[in-house]
């Protein structure tokens, strides 16, 4: 599903660096690391009317990548939350927003790869925008698997939340000739790992199933689900799942910040039948909605 432009965010005050710009005057220099490198590390919040939702997850998660990627002087996240507030309230914006936390390393003196030539401390970029969940929660997405694998800790560690996403971008594209709504990605030995955008859980009777958080992102909206899964006896463990398993499944669906849980449907051109007639993801998708509100953080 391909998102149309709103017109409210025509007229954006973005964050760039130390100071908020229009959205036609936000740019970052071309000896800037994301520019040169892909050297950047990111994050994709929610803003609900009661806040933005599990930030401190969001905010440390950021921190982590940050640290794996020797970044210097990385900004505090009481630094970064007062940005945040001024954003928003720049933007006159506290609901239905969706906003791409970005990190840099920041700007070079000369070009090349070695991060001794960023010199001048990391670029905080918060861009908000109007914009309702990517996927249509309600009718749910179909996907084909991608011949293009996730990487794994041997290669580039999933846990490092980084802005250089080309090969999930190249599944993303095998999904659009597809006319599919995304693409699953498998690991390293062929089990499934995420779709090129979100988490993936399935379940079977009465158990819940994602696969292990080795080649996928560990996700802050998977780390809450299996919380829940844990908090209401719900059977739910981490395991490598193929897509003999997938297909089978009664239910099978995907959850991150900008897709919520979303049911899929069908993959490669599988359709997914609840045998069991267990309404797994309807359950956790009422007590998702149910302790949202607990996990919003007023800035």
Not at 46 to 64: I, K, P, T
Request: with cysteine; glycine share 6%.
């Amino acid at each position: 599903m391909l998102q149309k432009f709103d017109k409210r965010n025509e007229n954006l005050k973005i964050w760039v660096g130390d100071q908020l710009l229009n959205r036609n005057d936000a740019k970052v220099s071309v000896f800037d690391s994301v520019v040169q490198g892909g050297d950047a590390v990111w994050e994709g919040l929610r803003v609900y009317e009661e806040g933005v939702f599990l930030l401190d997850r969001h905010l440390n998660r950021l921190q982590e990548s940050a640290k794996a990627l020797c970044f210097e002087s990385i900004p505090s996240n009481d630094h970064i939350k007062l940005c945040l507030k001024k954003t928003l309230e720049a933007n006159k914006m506290s609901k239905d927003t969706h906003i791409r936390l970005t990190l840099t390393r920041g700007e070079k003196i000369t070009s090349g790869m070695d991060p001794r030539l960023n010199q001048s401390g990391p670029t905080l970029i918060i861009l908000p925008e109007w914009k309702p969940p990517v996927y249509d929660n309600e009718h749910g997405i179909s996907v084909i698997t991608s011949t293009i694998r996730r990487n794994n800790p041997s290669f580039l560690d999933s846990k490092i939340h980084h802005t250089n996403l080309l090969n999930n971008i190249q599944a993303k594209i095998q999904a659009n000739f597809a006319r599919v709504d995304a693409a699953l990605m498998l690991d390293y030995f062929g089990f499934a790992a995420e779709l090129n955008g979100t988490n993936i859980f399935m379940s079977k009777g009465d158990k819940v199933f994602t696969p292990f958080a080795d080649a996928c992102l560990h996700g802050i909206t998977r780390g809450l689900i299996i919380e829940l899964c844990e908090q209401h006896n719900i059977s739910c463990a981490e395991k490598n799942i193929s897509l003999t398993e997938l297909y089978n499944a009664d239910e099978v669906f995907c959850s991150g910040t900008m897709g919520e849980l979303t049911p899929i449907t069908a993959i490669d051109g599988r359709i997914i039948e609840n045998n069991s007639g267990i309404e797994m993801s309807k359950n956790l998708v009422s007590l998702f909605e149910g302790v949202r509100k607990n996990f919003c953080v007023n800035l």
